[in-house]
């Protein structure tokens, strides 16, 4: 079965500081994909990237940058350099071939000024 | 472009009263459609998910239930709400055309409070 732990449940950083969102998955495919999303205070889920299994290059996209990792089931999210506007709860998903999405609990970012 | 919309986006409702909230995609054809929900502070539940109109499947049994009759509406209804019924609830789709465990695109959600 599949399953996304996000152990952080708060995070709290000042502007301009780094930060790392943890994510861990469970999955017993050798096919699947992992997601990233973000929930600013309005509410709406924005996706902010998608990763297949079999690709396990980093990716970087400005700010934003995720490192894969199979080897310790791990896809996490660091922010350089955060902003207030960072602020937001932050989701990691998981899902096998043909099969659903599973979030996992969220993190939520607080990025004081 | 696509868009998503659903609405209300708030209510407020009494225990034992019928619901009815809508979700409509605009700009694509045959998207897979999903309703989740948010209890508060919490992560996202799977409800309801559909490949097509009138096809229907439920990942939790409870007092909800959802219709799709148009290609791209999508319907999440109760006929007696309950106070566990409560929390934010998300439309979101993806193409139809790929794979249904691709990337999902939510909605601006509603917000539902049972009192």
């Known amino acids: 079965a599949q399953k996304v732990t996000q152990a952080q449940t708060e995070i709290s950083v000042v502007e301009k500081e780094d930060v790392t969102l943890d994510c861990v998955y469970e999955?017993?495919?050798?096919?699947?994909?992992l997601f990233w999303y973000k929930q600013p205070p309005s509410g709406e889920l924005v996706f902010l990237i998608r990763?297949?299994?079999?690709?396990?290059q980093n990716e970087i996209s400005g700010r934003y940058s995720w490192n894969f990792q199979k080897s310790t089931s791990s896809f996490n999210f660091t922010i350089t350099a955060s902003q207030v506007v960072d602020s937001a709860v932050y989701f990691c998903a998981l899902s096998e071939t043909n099969n659903d999405m599973r979030f996992g609990a969220g993190t939520r970012l607080t990025v004081k000024p | 472009s696509q868009t998503i919309h659903q609405w209300p986006a708030t209510l407020v409702q009494p225990v034992g009263s019928p619901l009815s909230l809508e979700c409509t995609v605009e700009g694509t054809s045959n998207p897979n459609l999903y309703w989740y929900r948010q209890a508060a502070g919490r992560g996202l539940q799977l409800l309801f998910y559909?490949?097509?109109?009138?096809?229907i499947s439920s990942e939790v049994p409870q007092n909800l239930s959802a219709s799709r009759p148009q290609d791209r509406q999508f319907i999440l209804s109760s006929k007696k709400l309950l106070l566990s019924d409560s929390g934010f609830y998300l439309c979101?789709?993806?193409?139809?055309?790929?794979?249904?465990?691709?990337?999902?695109?939510f909605g601006p959600g509603t917000r539902l409070t049972v009192t």
């Open positions: 990763r297949n299994s079999f690709d396990e």
């Open positions: 559909s490949v097509g109109i009138g096809q």
């Open positions: 999955t017993r495919d050798t096919t699947y994909y």
């Open positions: 979101a789709w993806n193409n139809g055309l790929e794979k249904i465990s691709y990337e999902q695109y």
